[in-house]
């Protein structure tokens, strides 16, 4: 799981990245409502950690934006205003949840928990042409036929199938599935893109793994897409 924190205190948004990724969350900070905006639609977060005072567009515009760009995205507001009708405004503005500063990291924790459950609950299969992933199960078919997958190659088979019919970067493949920045000499990517091919698409037909030329992957039922290799 991946998830976006948006915080302008350096040290909260610090802290609250180290005890997230102690966790075993993937996690990135921001720090101004702009470069939040962009974030948090541009790319695969599974939750957002917002504060509602930044700078820059404020933390209410940026819900505001969330919710019309990505409206199933969880949003977890974590504000120093705690006023009643603050949290009105911001559960009615689209949070998921509030809460207050300060707060305990436990209580932040399980929250964000809470959250990623109820998502995963209501999105537990994910479908492309004869390809089915079980995120309950944790298992794979393709037409009906299992299919047995490491750690990684199950990441990045996830990660592929949130975003069918759309192109991801290596970039945006490695920081999400390996949480490391991106190296331009790694072939890491490739590698895993060549084992899943060999799993999930050789024997079968459509082939659904497609290369997008000066971009990286898709996958896709929708006919062939120029390959490079």
Do not use: C
């Amino acid at each position: 799981m991946r998830v976006l924190v948006v915080e302008d205190e350096r040290k909260v948004a610090s802290f609250i990245k180290k005890g997230l990724q102690q966790e075993g969350y993937a996690t990135d900070v921001v720090h101004d409502g702009d470069e939040a905006v962009h974030t948090a639609i541009s790319f695969g977060y599974d939750l957002v950690v917002l504060d509602l005072m930044l700078p820059g567009r404020s933390g209410l515009d940026v819900l505001r934006e969330i919710r019309q760009q990505r409206p199933r995205l969880p949003v977890l507001v974590l504000t120093a205003k705690g006023a009643l009708e603050d949290r009105i405004t911001g559960l009615d503005a689209g949070a998921d949840d509030y809460l207050a500063k300060p707060f305990a990291f436990a209580e932040l924790s399980a929250r964000i928990r809470a959250l990623l459950r109820r998502g995963s609950q209501q999105n537990t299969r994910l479908r492309l042409a004869d390809l089915e992933m079980d995120t309950a199960a944790h298992q794979v078919r393709r037409a009906g036929h299992s299919i047995d997958l490491k750690q990684k190659e199950y990441a990045l088979l996830e990660f592929l199938l949130r975003h069918a019919n759309r192109p991801v970067t290596r970039t945006m493949i490695v920081e999400h599935v390996w949480d490391i920045h991106f190296d331009n000499v790694s072939n890491v990517v490739d590698v895993h893109i060549n084992s899943l091919r060999n799993k999930i698409d050789k024997g079968f037909a459509p082939l659904l793994i497609q290369t997008v030329r000066g971009v990286g992957y898709m996958l896709t039922d929708r006919g062939r897409v120029h390959r490079t290799e």
